[in-house]
């Protein structure tokens, strides 16, 4: 709730056509129904540019489908579900006939795809092979989210020629998204490369002391490149939201 | 060296203009001029939108100097040196007299300070008093690359009021920069608060279990609100230069 | 043993109607019954104020059976038994016909219900729907303890207007349970909140940097709000069990 | 903020009494005083329960001074300046006559010393004597919060019988605080020996393999004993600040 | 190889009965027999007065019976195997009749068992009953090694009493072996209470912030009690082997 | 690419008989072929002297296949797969009649055998029988690169015996791999013995404080002996390849 | 306080001869003596077979001098302090005249020097000329509590010759004291080489990766040599009171 | 001592001419010289194909000198000191006259300079003018033990400009040193352009997350390059040996 609602809400209790402990109630209750497991938000679409987006791991097949519901009902044209295994995403189907599953990024969404409306073009690129469940979890969100993604993928730096072969589409890019687990280079690569923001994305792909995504978000944390940074391992979900945001900004 | 380039240094050896050993050599030795200790980049103004940036700590007062000339000589109007401590700093302003310090970011700016030429405003918030030295040296980055910042300080989330009555502020700027110590709870708490990019920034500050910002940065790479990305603990600088570019996306 | 039990038991022998080997004896062999795999304490329900707890986890369905059985040959009226799967809790079911066991919480507990006997409400407030069973487990073991639990679900501080509608309830508690997994910033603002102790749990909810709740348990113990101590990840039951000696306390 | 102030500002509106805009700029300005490094909060007397605390690491004596100096200025009757060296209470000694400054727990209080209106007595305890700048800091804090303070030092579990012979001691208080570095097991121990809320402090007494506090912190939120809580390592005022809002609970 | 073996095989040579070549080949080849995976060391009952221990975890059913064959084969009256599992001992007892295996211990002795020849008894102490295993690991394998043992099973320091009822049986042995998880108090409470070696074996008994063992670990390696050392976490073979190499020696 | 044939391609392009939009684009294209999942790099063999590897974790059977295949198609006579799991391998097999597969290494060759052509012998110690499936690994890699491979197994620095036999083998290669987990001190005792390169890898063999090979790990990294270099934990091939490289310096 | 002691005191009871308040003072008040910051233990000689230690590290030079005052009043012939700074060890020596400290070990001995009374020899083996300091307090203080001590010292793994030259002593002993940093092999090596007791010192010596003796500590727990156990990183003068407590056994 | 010397020596003790007490002896006395807190091996020059180093961190300048006087008293015709700082150079150059020092790599080497006589180039490359020390103190070393080095300094990966224009100079050289703090990713970018073995050595340059080194030293063991080792963080000695023991394969 910003200021401005703030301000117009006191002046409707000011001329009498808002009672004071109504508005008092409004407050605590309008922006979300309340699931008893979850309280939904309807306002967030409006207050954050995008649809709700539930995380799906760590909740039921029937959490899952009755908050995408609840999401729907409040007027919600889109809906993401992130992390969202098969067994899930059968029943989610089940429950929302237009919703689409995607097995690699285990990304659903459920309403109408969009139309591309950002101001360019968001670069996703990715370190490995190994690497594309992540890539795609981001590339997917962006594309969801109304943006044009262009995918640039095994180009990890120990083969440097695959990567400079794409430095057009790279520095043609409005964002670019680093993806990479093992030592995470690419972040640093890419960020010397363009002039835009780079959100670098550590996997957990990699064994031994790669401990897991640890050793890219740590190379990444101090990459040598300006204008790089970072979220969670494995977090395609938030470089393609951040991603679309910074491509959304007027 | 964009792709663009090298057609163009190509189309000239095919006419003949330019030399082939002599393209070779081009490609090797323009970009920088090598001190020994070091390779100063003329082309990174032009290729990434922002003046040779130089680090200065584990230099020395002679270093720093001798690459802030190297710099400007080839051609930069603007030098920023970061983590300089007040003795390099009186070093540098006895060899570049427009060189300009501050004690609490330790960043120097060498030549004129530019117009704010950024789309919108970037807000500086910072968690404490402590976490000043990091808030300033984003604020300042961002100022010396021509962006207004506007900064809201003590604004920590174990006193919401604080941080609310400054929503406005908030919600007006294009990039937010949310710097904390300790939990560095404030970069979820703003993140749900806009609708534009958080760039967090944890700090040092704190003791015993913050282990050096390890908390905060754990913290804020897990942080619930989506559109928050996160740079190294006490990395002010990078903060600041990623709101500049965000700021300057056409 | 407190001081005053032993000087009684003193008195005893120098009045001549205690043996100095029995009172030894005594000493050594009174408080517990010891199965062998298992020593159980008869005495902590009057010692501790609270009836024995048996940790279910790592014990065989026969281990649990035998240890509830001997608290209540002891006297106990009520047994609580922690983190106990579902087929453990058929074979207690079988064993102990007032056995109730719940799914989420993993909790069962044995004998009657108690009346609630504290001095005010607790109020269980938890960030997300992931949260949970560990949030179920702190609430039903306050119940079993004699207390009221306010129930407050998916107010994580991404959507400050969901915590911040419900204050009310928060601040007529006399305790504070927060649960949260990720960045665990509900500690920190819910501590802003309200002067009443509050207990914060790290949940394992997350992924990637949250290091199976290790980003939590650090934003909690640095906590920038007074009044705020931390227990051990997941551990709802202890934190259920902090509260209700809080809200027992004379 | 309360819901019940919310009501009550929103009834002036109503009534005329009160002009919106006026009503959203107290919203936002009321709270607090803004020193620009700070924001000196007056209604936290009245919202939690105690003084505004001022953490003096890494604030200069002049900050230190200045905030005070605006606390007392709202009205509050008494200051802690918590990790405060020598030199700057000096400063503060100086600016404020009334200031008292201890060596071993580097707390300054200003104003006058309260009457202890706890409803019991908190018993702190620490394991070692290298632990006692913490433990002080935890007993005086507490002091200046209105708590009668029994101390037990050296209590360590290696030689038990210092801690058994004041059992009595520790099972008459209402709460105890328990302070310990290196394995921290005195926490253990005394939580199971007591039947009301113990506050674990580790501290970063140790060497080597206690890793700066590491060690305790680990062992005290793995306590097997029931109704332990842990603060931050070396938080002696957060334990004895919490001590105190439980000895005060209604 | 002893430098009094040494010499004594160079006497030989001297006395022409050994050929030098020869000797440099025994050098090489006498003490081990080599299976190809596995180089079977006949010579370690003698140089470390104890048969050969082969680790069952990491070989297969069938390398195991080679190797306990092989040495066997080289005289060994008695073979001890660790951490084998159900199907693992099975193969061992069809191949060697007088294998037993013990389920909680998953110890198996392969030859008759040894009258106790230690000079006391060694004193096996666990904290709760999930630390079983471990504690049985180490006790079985003392027995196995000709040492008198008494279990003192679910002696947490929670319940002091369960502990110092049973002062008399740890006072009474010549080694100690402190087995718990979790907080790992129990080492630094029996190591203020006997005044012979301590060995404590943290376990992987607990969950969160316990991480697998690394709590006890560090608890137990900051003892403030002297006496106590340290074997790896859940290594109750290591405990056992080293009490009774203590409990043997002249 | 290499400088000298960049100074080619571009008198080519002086010369009129490659037309500069075509050198541009085939240094984009031609190193590699893009399968859209993976670009298959042509010119490694070339460049880096070794074919190309796959990584097989992390892949589909299809995906595995698909680079192999069109690895071959670009002219390789021999391809490396890793970490290839029994039912990929068999899926391999079918596509590609010449791939041999060995189960313990998890290796899979296709192609011919080579000749050994390396300068020296290599020598594969490892210190358990546990070690072996990264030993052999590393072994077979190096087989695979035309190496003469010495193996020397189960080792370990507890028996010294058993690598002092051998110190003759050892001494003899011109590079040594040394595998060990657990503690990893094989590495330092063997490079204390020869005057040859020593490729360390730890292995995640052992349990508890072994850290999944981080004890092994950091041991190797802190080997009091000179001429040790590390890879990661379990990175047999990483380890093969090397040793290989360097017995093939001309 | 013993069992036996504890019959005996309640027979003293019965018998009339000691009231039994007074018991209970005798048992609070008896084994110490209360100087505020420490409460020293008169009883720990008898009960744990030697003189109190005082450890100096975070205790002022008074506090040291009034610690072993008191220790000496209550009868003590012998008190060690150890990691007592040179400036405190003359405050030490002006305080008590028959003091001796060594600068290597930082180990004051207060009162006559022993004969030795253990039943054997311990051997002190250090890896490197930096590990000395702990070596020495390991050695002086077994020499302080009557040990014959043999040194060898500078016979890490990486030149073998100089360990195995020694093996003699070695195999003497009736406990070895293993010190080393960087990656603690030695402990392994000699773990193999002896058939007694090995206790094993990890040293902060070392940089790098050996992360203040954590990697010699990791090595050490993770010894494949059986008869190893460990203290905590640079804890000379635990490893020292160990081997004379086995050295010493009946 | 190799297994032929062995052969040797007996032989000499078949024919009469050696002792057998005296073989013996000579086996334990032989390699080195005993000072007492050092053993000097006078055999390695021999036996490892160097002279001996010596580490000068943590040993004091009497020490270093001993030392040193004793390694030529056996022969050596050249010694190297690492991490010597000026003071104690200025004690060794009082010493030994032709021992000459350098202040940015702490190395000094005492003796004639070596002609190169490697087989080929060594190229040290550093990321940044902060990494020069550890650079320079692999290419001394190299350079001190009979190599010709090459230098490539600030050739980070952020200005790939600058790392391939001398992309020549990486190509030519026969072992490749890369040196690298922060995210360390130069080791993988260079591990991609060469086909000989490269030595990475991760420095603690950076600060925040790069933990003293430790984010260099994950990112370099995780490359995606094959061909690439790892050495101790700051370890610019260990890379300079070994890159000479590979450049001096025959």
Redesign the interface.
Known sequence: ????E??GM??E??A?TL???E??AR???A??EDL????V?H??EL????AE?V?G???TAE?VCA?VRAIRRGGARRVLVTRLDAAKAASLAAAEPDARWDATSRLAVVGPAPEPDG?GEICVCA????D?PVAEEAAQTAEALGNRVVRL??????????L?????EL?RA?VVVAVAG????L???V???????V?AV?T????????????????????????????????G???G??AS??NH??
């Open positions: 709730m910003t200021k401005r703030l301000e006191m002046e209790v000011r009498g009672a004071p402990e508005a008092a407050l605590r209750a922006p979300f008893g497991f979850a309280k938000d306002g967030r207050r954050q540019g995008a987006v995380y791991a760590g909740k959490q908050i101001a370190a490995g092979t190994s594309l993928y095994d180009v990890g730096v120990a083969g440097l020629e695959r400079l072969a794409h430095v057009g520095q409005r093992m030592e995470g280079a972040a640093s690569v960020g010397g490369l363009v002039d835009v923001p959100v550590p957990s792909v990699g064994y031994g002391a790669a401990f897991e995504g640890l050793a890219a978000l740590l190379a990444m944390l101090n990459s040598c490149a300006s204008g790089v940074s970072v979220v969670n391992i494995d977090n979900f938030g470089a939201f951040l945001r910074i900004l007027a």
